[in-house]
């Protein structure tokens, strides 16, 4: 398959050098980093709500949008440091805003750092931010073909999100589907089903951030 | 606000002199053209399925995905011509890859063509494809913030579909929040809600398309 950027572009190369960099920062201090993906609307901010009300101070979120600092402020209500990178028009996070975003971050008490990446399925999956892993979000209303039509993405996750059980009931939504496709691009994958709305599942998906799960 | 990409670079020059040519093609074809733009799972090929099914032959469609031609298969089987463009990983349609595919459709009855840009609420908004307008779609299960943390493309959205409101009941979701968000962003806009599951709205959408609303 083509890939969008050249893995061998000098920007690229870059971001991969801050990214490493970045990675040897997070493990000195001891916090464990997740890169946040999915598409606009599919519930990471309404998750990381939930997250800070039950890990308050040992969680910091830094969050991507194009424009706006509503979700920073949306969670750091929640009890938790959260800082906003507003990318001005750009698609995706890089290592670089990661970096400097960090140096905002009281990192005593943190042991779990989420990045909300920019909502799109595209873009952000070429770029290392320096985290342990790239968790992939899907919700249910976006249809069970997601995995498939977006590969470049869950080539990458090593935990797959299935958010807004909540709907399940009112909506056809094959679940072999996705785990299917998904396995197929990376055969390791694992699989939580969330509901951020209601709190299903969360108890599995705060042991897996403390590595208890 | 910065932009993700330099207008005044060489790809997109090029790209703004292909969509020139694609619109006087067009212009001289007598077809309109929309380029449907919205995030993965938002709804489009289900509203194209729909459309195919009341204007048949003289609806014309080209989608692109990262991989898979599933959605042209899809649209197909319900009458009208559908041309797949796979991306290969590329994160939105450009004008070269629409005149290319055009060519594969025959035009004496095509009076409608409908581009199914990647779903994407970035990339896509800053190439023009030779359109006469881009239509933003957004679904009620994304929430109501999307327009003012996705402004590059609802600036540029002469008509903006707000669909799956058969979850209405399901939902909150705070409709003037969306219509204010994007008048702030494009006084002009125009609004149309769908079900294109149900069929709420689709005579509405029908007689848009075809210029009778």
Same mark, same amino acid.
């Given at each position: ?10 920007a690229?190369e870059?971001?991969?050098?801050q ?20 598409s606009?609307g ?7 709500e939930?997250t ?8 910091a979120?830094?969050?991507? @949008? +194009? =424009?706006?600092?509503r #979700?920073? %402020?949306r969670? /750091? ?11 001005g028009?750009g ?8 970096a400097?975003?960090?140096t905002e971050?009281k ?11 920019v ?18 979000m ?8 997601k ?8 080539l990458?996750?090593?935990l797959?999100l299935?958010?807004?059980m @909540? +709907? =399940?009931?009112v909506? #056809?939504? %094959?679940f072999? /589907?996705?785990?299917n496709?998904?396995?197929?691009l990376n055969?390791g994958?694992r699989?939580?089903?969330l509901?951020a709305?209601?709190?299903l599942?969360?108890?599995?998906w705060?042991r ?6």
């Amino acid at each position: 398959m083509k890939r969008t950027v050249d893995m061998q572009s000098p920007a690229m190369e870059r971001n991969q050098r801050q990214a490493e960099a970045n990675r040897a920062l997070f493990h000195a201090l001891g916090v464990r980093v997740f890169n946040l993906i999915s598409s606009p609307g599919a519930g990471k901010t309404t998750l990381l709500e939930a997250t800070a009300d039950r890990l308050k101070e040992r969680l910091a979120v830094i969050v991507g @949008d +194009l =424009a706006t600092a509503r #979700d920073a %402020d949306r969670i /750091r209500r929640h009890g938790c440091q959260a800082v906003q990178i507003e990318t001005g028009g750009g698609c995706h996070l890089n290592a670089e805003q990661v970096a400097h975003a960090f140096t905002e971050i009281k990192t005593e008490k943190v042991k779990v750092l989420i990045i909300e990446n920019v909502g799109n399925l595209v873009c952000p999956s070429a770029y290392d931010l320096g985290e342990e892993m790239k968790i992939g979000m899907l919700s249910l209303p976006e249809g069970d073909d997601k995995p498939g039509k977006y590969p470049t993405l869950f080539l990458r996750t090593g935990l797959v999100l299935i958010n807004k059980m @909540d +709907l =399940a009931p009112v909506m #056809d939504y %094959d679940f072999d /589907r996705v785990y299917n496709d998904c396995r197929t691009l990376n055969p390791g994958v694992r699989f939580l089903s969330l509901a951020a709305k209601t709190g299903l599942g969360l108890d599995d998906w705060n042991r897996f951030l403390t590595g208890e799960g």
